[in-house]
């Protein structure tokens, strides 16, 4: 029992990674440039986010008159392995009875913020007095604060909008939480994950779709003390200014359903034939036509420049096409499926689900067809 607590304790920690003031700023900036009225009138809940530490939640609150923001919730588990131990933003142990212990599982609900303590801004501080001065402000919950506990769930169907950095392990499970309530959201996860058989299926179907920011490269963490980082990590976050407790994720993105302008920017292209003349990918691989897989009916396209502007049937491109997808541009109708279990809905004829070029395994593949264009 002793050695599996242990496991558990150690995977809870390598499972949380706080994300950056800077990355989140950036992001929500590019929905705010598309729709300024995009978060007016709505309620947010971040539902894996303890406020003691989660720059969600303080972004979020700062910003809470600026967004025009209805209601603002935040929910922190039980044994959040930082939850007053680290950063800690908000003293409790002044809150009236019955105080709430930092390590209890609780919630943050905020309905206002106003500048309580008249110094001519509404900040932090002012966020701080809140919750020290103002009932129900700060609550315990009453079971382990998992989102997928039917408190939480009650929360969650209150709010228009969920934004959070979701455990990496319970990434599918949370997205299908979130699909089962039909929320619009902002999270984070793992570019790989675009395959999955919980996520491709809204990719497909316009549902989800990648953020505007920071897809695929380098975002940088940080991570309760006391766990183990790779020193390559360690010094890449050292390098982009994070020092000490911090690790950076090099295959990270941003999953949503908000619209950004991006999204819409239809991606340039130029012939089959001038692809093969003028790509330098193509020229250093000297390929003389566009190879075809050995088990589907599509060409392999292996660099998102590469993608033909006169070829209307179906190709394969790397996942990270994504990042330049643009809906009136292309349709996706496939993928290969990472697991290699293949898809149950068909998405692969003859239920194939690794793709082969010349009896070669091709890395994850997304499906897609020109619109407009003709075979």
């Not at 309620?43 to 923001?69: M, R, V």
């Not at 950095?165 to 994950?193: T, V």
């Not at 980082?229 to 295959?251: C, S």
């Not at 075809?292 to 060409?299: E, F």
Request: with cysteine; hydrophobic share 40%; net charge negative.
């Amino acid at each position: 029992m002793a050695n599996s607590n242990l496991t558990q304790a150690k995977n809870a920690k390598n499972d949380e990674f706080y994300t950056q003031w800077a990355d989140i700023e950036r992001e929500v900036q590019a929905y705010l440039e598309f729709d300024p009225d995009v978060f007016r009138g709505k309620t947010i809940l971040c539902p894996c986010d303890d406020p003691y530490e989660s720059n969600f939640f303080k972004y979020f609150a700062l910003q809470f008159n600026a967004f025009g923001l209805k209601k603002l919730i935040a929910t922190c588990y039980v044994d959040s392995p930082i939850a007053g131990k680290q950063i800690s933003l908000f003293d409790v142990t002044y809150l009236a009875p019955p105080a709430v212990a930092s390590s209890e599982p609780h919630k943050i609900e905020i309905n206002e913020v106003a500048d309580e303590n008249e110094d001519g801004a509404v900040d932090l501080c002012d966020v701080e007095w809140l919750i020290k001065n103002k009932a129900n402000t700060l609550t315990r919950l009453q079971g382990d604060g998992d989102f997928r506990s039917d408190e939480v769930k009650k929360l969650r169907a209150g709010a228009d909008i969920v934004v959070t950095n979701p455990p990496f392990s319970l990434f599918r499970e949370f997205l299908a939480w979130i699909a089962e309530a039909d929320k619009r959201f902002l999270i984070i996860g793992n570019m790989n994950a675009i395959t999955y058989k919980e996520a491709f299926p809204l990719v497909m179907g316009n549902k989800m779709w990648l953020g505007r920011t920071g897809n695929g490269n380098d975002m940088v963490f940080a991570v309760p003390r006391g766990v183990e980082i790779a020193e390559t990590d360690r010094q890449k976050a050292a390098r982009l200014g994070y020092v000490g407790d911090y690790t950076r994720l090099g295959n990270s993105c941003w999953f949503t359903n908000l619209d950004h302008g991006r999204r819409h920017q239809p991606l340039p292209l130029m012939t089959m034939a001038d692809n093969l003349k003028f790509s330098r990918h193509m020229e250093i691989k000297g390929k003389p036509a566009y190879d075809r897989y050995d088990n589907y009916d599509a060409i392999e396209v292996p660099f998102t420049d590469a993608i033909p502007a006169d070829y209307g049937g179906t190709m394969g491109v790397p996942i990270r096409f994504l990042d330049k997808y643009c809906p009136e541009q292309f349709e996706i109708v496939g993928a290969t499926e990472s697991e290699g279990k293949g898809f149950s809905n068909g998405l692969w004829s003859g239920g194939v689900s690794q793709a082969t070029v010349n009896g070669k395994r091709v890395y994850k593949r997304l499906f897609i067809k020109a619109k407009g264009a003709t075979e």
